[in-house]
């Protein structure tokens, strides 16, 4: 049975105000009454009822954070330096997955609202006005991050599309001239929220429009392996594949070597999270790196921030940079 602090007034023979200021460690109470009443309190297991206690103060302490998922080590890294920041701040985390499946992430999200959390963090799959609307309506600070929504919510990431704009310009600079672009999450456009993805392809194609001999091609489908075997016959010794993510770029380093086909010899190959599996990986791969702890940290700072009412920025990019691996050649001639 749960003891109430009615309970230890009566025991005490004090009234339910002076055991709420000893229990709270308020002033206004006799020394020697605060010890007796923390005294019963102990013996008895009290434990305050914490959601009671939060709707009187308005707030509960909690934060939520949406996910895609964990299998990707970008985000169970994310997620962990932002339970960190939100734990030294205070707060519990609740974790929830979406698995890109837009009805889930609304479900999750209402879940999240009806248990009274002070703010979310939000991946979002979905991208439509009605989505966005019962964000508003909710009143519930929230901070996007990866995918944008067009509405007035806090965003956090990096500059997706100068980064593969970037790559470009290295994988040209050592001297490659036919490029293949593998990015399989395009074959979701129009189905959910792929801002990620499309900024990632608007660079590629910008990047390449820009420099006149340039070569390329573009893999937007789940069976990206098959097309790149049809695309990788037409390669010469200045090719190179540039994955949208490090998890394609090791399946197609894994499909090489199977092929016999050497890197980077024979071909160049790229990726882009430099996710930590990496430093286990022979040849070492290329890839862009940026701080993906601060990205965490970042989210709960500014998301703690606006529910204190804060000025928060409206958006805020992590710095990134090309991270030479053994997967691209190195043209020491140009």
């Known amino acids: ?18 055991v709420d200021r000893a229990l709270n460690n308020r002033p206004g109470i006799n020394p020697e009454t605060r ?57 519990i985390v609740y974790l929830v997955l979406s698995n890109r499946d837009k009805d889930l992430e609304l479900e999750y999200i209402n879940n999240l609202l009806d248990r009274r959390v002070d703010g979310i ?35 956090v990431w990096i500059d997706d599309k100068q980064a593969i704009r970037d790559s470009v310009a290295f994988l040209s600079s050592q001297g490659y001239r036919y490029l293949i672009y593998l990015s399989p999450p395009l074959m979701r456009k129009g189905k959910e929220n792929i801002y990620v993805p499309e900024q990632r392809y608007l660079g590629f194609i910008e990047a390449c429009d820009e420099i006149s001999d340039m070569r390329h091609n573009v893999i937007a489908q789940k069976n990206y392996l ?41 071909i160049g190959l790229m990726g882009f999270d430099n996710i930590h599996v ?31 009412n804060d000025e928060v920025p409206a958006e805020t990019l992590i710095t990134h940079h090309v991270l030479q691996g053994e997967s691209v050649t190195l043209d020491r001639d140009l």
């Open 1 to 18: 049975m749960n003891i109430t602090s009615k309970q230890i007034a009566e025991l005490c023979g004090v009234t339910r105000g002076t």
């Open 35 to 91: 010890v007796k009443i923390l005294r019963v309190a102990e013996e008895l297991g009290y434990r305050p009822h914490f959601l009671a206690q939060s709707l009187v103060k308005g707030h509960t302490k909690t934060l939520g954070i949406v996910l895609f998922d964990i299998h990707n080590q970008i985000f169970s890294q994310l997620f962990h330096a932002f339970e960190a920041e939100a734990r030294k701040r205070g707060y």
């Open 121 to 155: 963090a939000l991946l979002p799959t979905n991208f439509n006005k009605k989505f966005e609307s019962l964000l508003t309506r909710s009143r519930t600070p929230i901070v996007t991050f990866g995918n944008r929504l067009s509405g007035p919510f806090p965003y």
């Open 226 to 266: 098959a097309e790149l075997e049809q695309l990788i016959e037409k390669t010469d010794s200045k090719s190179a594949i540039l994955c949208s993510s490090d998890v394609y770029a090791l399946e197609v380093l894994k499909w090489l070597k199977s092929r016999k086909i050497r890197v980077p010899e024979q």
């Open 278 to 308: 990496l430093k286990y990986i022979n040849p070492a791969l290329t890839t862009v790196d940026y701080n993906v702890n601060e990205i965490g940290t970042k989210l709960a700072d500014i998301l703690i921030s606006q529910i204190n």
